[in-house]
């Protein structure tokens, strides 16, 4: 799987919106892009995915670079709860094999 | 969607003992899959586990220190075998029970294991 890079940290505060950027600049032409978070004491859970287009849903968007070598997972209004671990992860779509490969994410702290 | 159980949630053991985690899915999934997260880090990969053949090893993890069994579709174990304090760990089982080009992956709430 392709390599991604994240910021180790970043900061935001309560009801502010969050762009948390993810690099993939050897990303293929099948790899999905796709982001989890992991909670306090918590598995991962699912955030978003896309392939080329920006993508929405009730967590999160998804803005793809043009050119698909970068990534920028924006939480239009942070909450507390949205504090965690986020993890952005390429994997082949044409692959059978569903594992993912975690790189070291990006620690969100938010603030009241 | 799948919903997972993870037994033990937590443990404390000795070394040179062995801990057998259990994983439960409360559907039928073709794909499953065994993590490490030790402190303070991402998680790694150790094993696929696949249902009905032996599992397929992440390199540098091995079947005779992590033996995994997958007996049916919706449960598999993970053996943490000889365990020393490096083996201190959460371990994770994770589930992809979807089909077609992306699937969306279920985590479990992980295994505290801690090697004194």
């Known amino acids: 799987d392709a390599k991604t890079t994240q910021p180790n940290s970043m900061e935001s505060n309560e009801e502010e919106p969050v762009h948390l950027p993810c690099n993939h600049s050897?990303?293929?032409?099948?790899?999905?892009i796709h982001w989890y978070r992991q909670l306090p004491s918590q598995g991962p859970e699912y955030v978003i995915h896309?392939?080329?287009s920006n993508v929405n849903n009730r967590m999160a968007s998804l803005a793809i670079a043009e050119d698909r070598k970068s990534s920028t997972l924006i939480l239009h209004r942070a909450t507390l709860r949205d504090a965690a671990v986020y993890y952005c992860?390429?994997?082949?779509?044409?692959?059978?094999?569903?594992?993912?490969?975690f790189g070291k994410g990006t620690l969100l702290t938010v603030n009241p | 969607s799948a919903v997972i159980s993870q037994k033990p949630s937590r443990d404390i053991c000795q070394r040179g003992t062995s801990l057998t985690i259990q994983c439960q899915v409360d559907?039928?999934?073709?794909?499953m899959f065994w993590y490490r997260q030790q402190p303070g880090q991402s998680l790694t990969l150790i094993a696929t586990?696949?249902?009905?053949?032996?599992?397929?090893?992440e390199s540098g993890f091995v079947i005779d220190k992590f033996p995994i069994s997958r007996p049916n579709l919706t449960f598999s174990t993970l053996t943490v075998s000889n365990m020393s304090p490096e083996d201190s760990s959460i371990y994770l089982c994770?589930?992809?029970?979807?089909?077609?080009?992306?699937?969306?992956?279920?985590f479990g709430q992980g295994t505290r294991l801690t090697v004194v």
């Open positions: 586990a696949n249902q009905g053949s032996e599992a397929t090893y």
């Open positions: 559907s039928q999934v073709t794909m």
């Open positions: 050897t990303i293929s032409g099948t790899d999905y």
């Open positions: 992860i390429l994997r082949d779509v044409g692959g059978s094999n569903y594992k993912l490969t």
């Open positions: 994770s589930v992809s029970p979807g089909t077609g080009d992306w699937t969306e992956a279920f």
């Open positions: 896309g392939l080329t």
